[in-house]
């Protein structure tokens, strides 16, 4: 058995706790390879980077240590990483938290259901991008996104608004749209951000979207909401979110580059204060 394997095993089952991470690095270092002793660095400096105050002189130098580290090893370690991945364009939008990989994407849909899923279930990732529109995406057959804390879909993500048909056991079923399969899968019982800019959403999908969100399996965890760049939702929009029931938890709405205007932000700032941007 590979001597690694039950400290990822812990990692993995613990993924926002860096405990299990710098057990991993102690263990590491102990072993004297030089490779080995730059991971152990590379995972406590991506930790202290966590608690850091950006702009301060530690911040600087953790960030100057954390790129020397990436620029020397960063080409063995993304071997770490899905074959889809590591020879394709997206291998450097991949950001790398506490020493590991930690988002995923931007893929397609069909790309995360044959190779995605599976990097989230043996890769300690948090965060996952989905785009290229068109796609019916049914989340409830990915139990595997219960680990996720972050989720981005889109830009242009056709199949959010129309709706689609998919086959399944023999038998033609219409879905409304991706929307309802997000708002009606138990499986997001982790996710904290939730990014849904730049997919012409509209006035009436917030309705819909409003009225379900409660009862969302991500409803009592989202801290973040993004629907900037949807030009669509305008003072109607801002109505509903000024109104329905259950988006108080939410510690930010972005809500930039909408057609909201300053008496619809007006009625925002009631509601959220600060929390609306």
Same mark, same amino acid.
Do not use: C
């Given at each position: ?12 089952? !613990? ?20 490779? !080995? ?87 300690? =990732? ?42 399944? !056991? ?12 997000? =708002? ?9 951000? =939730? ?45 509903? =979110? ?36």
């Amino acid at each position: 058995m590979d001597p690694r394997e039950p400290f990822l095993k812990a990692i993995i089952a !613990n993924r926002q706790d860096n405990l299990p991470r710098l057990v991993y690095a102690d263990w590491l270092e102990e072993s004297g390879e030089p490779e !080995n002793i730059a991971r152990a660095h590379f995972i406590r400096t991506q930790i202290h980077l966590e608690a850091a105050v950006p702009r301060t002189k530690v911040y600087r130098e953790l960030k100057a240590l954390e790129t020397r580290i990436l620029d020397y090893y960063l080409d063995d370690w993304r071997y770490e990483l899905p074959e889809f991945v590591r020879y394709g364009s997206a291998v450097d939008q991949v950001q790398w938290r506490r020493g590991f990989p930690d988002d995923l994407g931007p893929m397609t849909f069909d790309q995360f259901q044959h190779h995605g899923s599976g990097a989230v279930e043996t890769l300690p =990732l948090l965060g996952v991008q989905i785009t290229n529109g068109g796609a019916f995406i049914h989340f409830r057959r990915f139990p595997v996104l219960s680990h996720i804390t972050r989720l981005r879909i889109g830009p242009r993500f056709d199949g959010l608004v129309e709706g689609l048909v998919w086959h399944e !056991n023999g038998v033609d079923t219409v879905a409304s749209n991706t929307t309802e399969s997000l =708002l009606l899968a138990p499986v997001f019982t982790s996710l904290r951000h =939730l990014d849904l800019s730049e997919n012409q959403l509209t006035d009436a999908w917030l309705v819909r979207f409003a009225s379900a969100f409660a009862n969302a399996s991500f409803s009592p965890t989202l801290e973040t909401l993004n629907l900037s760049g949807n030009f669509g939702i305008t003072d109607a929009g801002a109505n509903v =979110l000024a109104t329905a029931p259950g988006f108080d938890r939410l510690t930010k709405l972005h809500l930039r580059d909408t057609s909201i205007s300053r008496s619809g932000w007006a009625m925002l700032v009631r509601r959220f204060g600060e929390r609306v941007e």
